[in-house]
């Protein structure tokens, strides 16, 4: 589906899911400089920095290229995967993994307000086929 950006908008940091996806992104850094400093918990706070940076970036090319949001959208359900591994590897509390959770759905939300609805195809519609034959149901209009 092709995004739809409202008239006017010039700079894809004054779309909504932009600065929401920004905001979480923040959140997130501050949640991972939160995690124990093991060789394991840097791992994981590497991926999921890398995750958010690719969902940043998928939605400047949204807006840049005027493409599908399905990307960045990917890009969402990859960090909100990340982040409940490391919440099973006990790396951060619940109470963190609820929170984001709930940011990336505000971020899903924002992105699909943006999509233009898919176009109507009526090709297929009885009207428009060779073989459209009406057939009286018998009312009568006497």
Known sequence: M??????????FRSLPAWRQARHLALAIVAVTDGFPRTEL??????RIEQTYLTMLLNIVAVFEQGGSAGNARKSIDRIETALQQAHKKKLMARSDLLRLSRELDSVRTLLADQEAPPPVDDSHSPSHSQSF???S?????D
């Open 2 to 11: 092709t995004a739809s950006i409202p008239p006017g908008q010039t700079d």
């Open 133 to 135: 034959i009406p057939i």
């Open 41 to 46: 918990a840097r791992h994981w706070a590497r």
């Open 137 to 141: 149901l018998g009312v009568s209009h």
